[in-house]
């Protein structure tokens, strides 16, 4: 008994830093994690996830078997103490443990879950020394890995705020920059902010004394003071600001007031054409612009479609268009002929990405 506690002491201990972690400035996400079924989970197991994801890179064929990073790019600037530190990151792993995704495809013939974290490997999920380890699934390297459609968002914005709920819409909100509106229906919402019909642990919808399905803020005027007034306010000051308007039933046939089915959420910032300055602080991403330039790509093009498209799929473009310059094929009006690409690759990737999102949605 005293050598199986020992050894399964030792198989909890994670390694010292192994690496110097490369963070970047935008996550991206896989739109098919961002619209999963995500339960909350707190702040702190978040920006875990966040530090997590940005180290994964656009030309990563594989997952590490491992990440690793200072606890330091947790807690700054996120109100936590030295003293309460310790106890935040244990009590976040304890979460990000028991996480599962929920999966649907497109047509609902397959449904499938899987745990966020693995915790099968002997190199464990855990806090040393101010190191903090984590392994993800594998089984969800698909989502991680190659993503060809995404959202993004700015890492440090994201990482200060400091309610679940304004992350969440961070997340969401940035899958349609491009439209600036979305529009769900209040059950979409629900699904989305984790406020729908709660469900037990075999996945059973739980009833109240009267038999009615419990949900979490049951009545809209809740729903909307608990989860739209706090990112409304942390929001306020990202390139994510928003403001909503409830959307009523228009066919309600008796007397009393109209029920809201459906929230309209505008974002404030609308595309101006012009290129993030923190792109040109990126020595990849302004590599990347400073090519597109070369081939007469406007500046305008460059700030709509460059995050869509991606700076890999982008230097294969790029290098395609140089293997060009010696060939029958050279191109002889870059600005006609590498706009008209570099617009059509972007909105094709645009318009897949909100046409999944919608019947994700509306699923």
Not at 9 to 20: F, W
Not at 52 to 66: C, E, G, N
Request: glycine share 4%.
């Amino acid at each position: 008994m005293d050598g199986l506690d020992k050894r399964s002491t030792q198989l909890v201990i994670p390694l010292d830093l192994t690496y110097e972690p490369k963070h970047k400035d935008i996550v991206k996400q896989h739109w098919n994690v961002t619209f999963a079924r995500q339960g909350r989970m707190s702040v702190t197991a978040k920006r875990i996830m966040a530090r997590v994801i940005d180290q994964i890179r656009d030309d990563d064929f594989k997952l590490r078997p491992y990440y690793q990073f200072r606890i330091a790019d947790i807690v700054t600037d996120a109100g936590i103490t030295k003293e309460t530190a310790y106890k935040e990151v244990q009590g976040a792993l304890h979460e990000l443990t028991a996480v599962t995704w929920e999966f649907e495809s497109l047509d609902k013939s397959e449904w499938y879950i899987r745990h966020l974290l693995d915790t099968t490997k002997e190199r464990a999920v855990g806090y040393k020394d101010g190191i903090i380890t984590v392994l993800l699934n594998p089984q969800l390297e698909p989502y991680f890995i190659q993503i060809a459609h995404y959202t993004t968002h700015q890492l440090n914005n994201y990482m200060g705020l400091k309610s679940w709920y304004s992350m969440r819409f961070f997340e969401i909100l940035s899958a349609f920059r491009d439209t600036g509106v979305w529009c769900p229906t209040v059950e979409q919402y629900r699904q989305l902010m984790d406020c729908a019909q709660e469900k037990d642990k075999k996945g059973k919808i739980k009833k109240d004394k009267l038999g009615n399905p419990k949900m979490k803020y049951p009545l809209t005027k809740d729903l909307i003071k608990y989860t739209i007034a706090e990112p409304l306010e942390e929001l306020a000051d990202t390139n994510l600001a928003f403001s909503y308007e409830p959307v009523y039933e228009t066919d309600r046939m008796t007397r009393g007031r109209k029920k809201i089915i459906g929230f309209k959420f505008i974002l404030k910032r609308k595309q101006d054409g012009k290129i993030p300055e923190f792109w040109l602080q990126n020595a990849v991403v302004s590599q990347v612009v400073a090519g597109l330039r070369t081939w007469k790509v406007t500046d305008k093009n460059i700030a709509l479609y460059l995050e869509d498209i991606g700076t890999k799929a982008t230097n294969k473009l790029i290098y395609d268009w140089q293997l060009k310059e010696n060939t029958d094929d050279r191109i002889e009006d870059r600005v006609k002929y590498c706009n008209a690409v570099f617009v059509r690759m972007g909105k094709a990737v645009q318009d897949r990405l909100k046409q999944e999102i919608q019947t994700t949605l509306s699923q």
